[in-house]
């Protein structure tokens, strides 16, 4: 390896490095309440060392968001390729799930965390495209579903928005609740499983 492209590699690490810890100090002490200085403390850098790699905080949570809606649109890639709209929308609940779990900081910050909107940039993330905005892709689906008669109503947003407020509340309370002995908690698969199938239930008979 040459020294630009080992330069490039450190570039990238410090900038993942940055992203870490931004999004872990976002999820933990509030989006507010953290400045630029407070991050490159916790990874023992200098101020001018991130303003290198982003001109401000929003600039930093733009590229976070950006990254980890992404990721999350990528998890449904094979579950466009199902011809089934009922199918689909089971396992994309289950997808999503899986991915919340997974990565529960950045769950944490991207439906967990106040802070300000992000408009993402089309160049990234196109807003509307199902094969990059996860929620465009819920939403295809719930259309198919409603075109071809498998589901009941005419709001295409309100079906998609309840089915995610569902499956969001298996996600956010197995993250914020898990070692709660106060509840006697059924395993998260058979939570899921139930609410998953709940939903789909009722949005067939809306």
């Known amino acids: ?12 690490e410090v900038r993942t490095l940055i992203l870490d810890t931004a999004r872990e100090l976002f999820v933990n002490e509030g989006y507010d309440a953290v400045t630029m200085r407070r991050i490159a403390e916790r990874i023992e850098y200098s101020p001018t060392a991130i303003y290198f ?24 890639t094979a579950i466009a390729r199902i011809e089934d709209p009922i199918e689909q929308l089971r396992r994309i609940g289950q997808a999503y799930v899986e991915f919340g779990l997974r990565n529960p900081n950045h769950y944490r910050l991207m439906f967990m965390t106040p802070h300000p909107p ?10 509307g495209n ?9 939403r295809q689906i719930i259309e198919r579903g409603l075109a071809a008669g498998r589901l009941s109503g005419t709001d295409a947003e309100l079906l998609s928005q309840t089915m995610w407020a569902g499956v969001h509340g298996v996600i956010s309370l197995q993250l914020a609740k898990q070692n709660d002995p106060w509840i006697n ?13 709940t939903l789909i239930a009722g949005l067939e008979h809306a």
């Open 1 to 12: 390896m040459g020294s630009r492209e080992r330069r490039e590699r450190e570039r990238e």
């Open 185 to 197: 908690w059924r395993s998260l698969e058979e939570r899921t499983t139930l609410m998953i199938e």
């Open 130 to 138: 199902p094969e990059e905005d996860a929620y465009a892709f819920l």
């Open 53 to 76: 790699h982003f001109r401000d905080k929003e600039s930093l949570l733009k590229e976070l968001c950006q990254t980890d809606f992404l990721t999350l649109a990528h998890q449904f």
């Open 118 to 127: 992000v408009e993402p940039d089309d160049e990234m993330l196109q807003k």
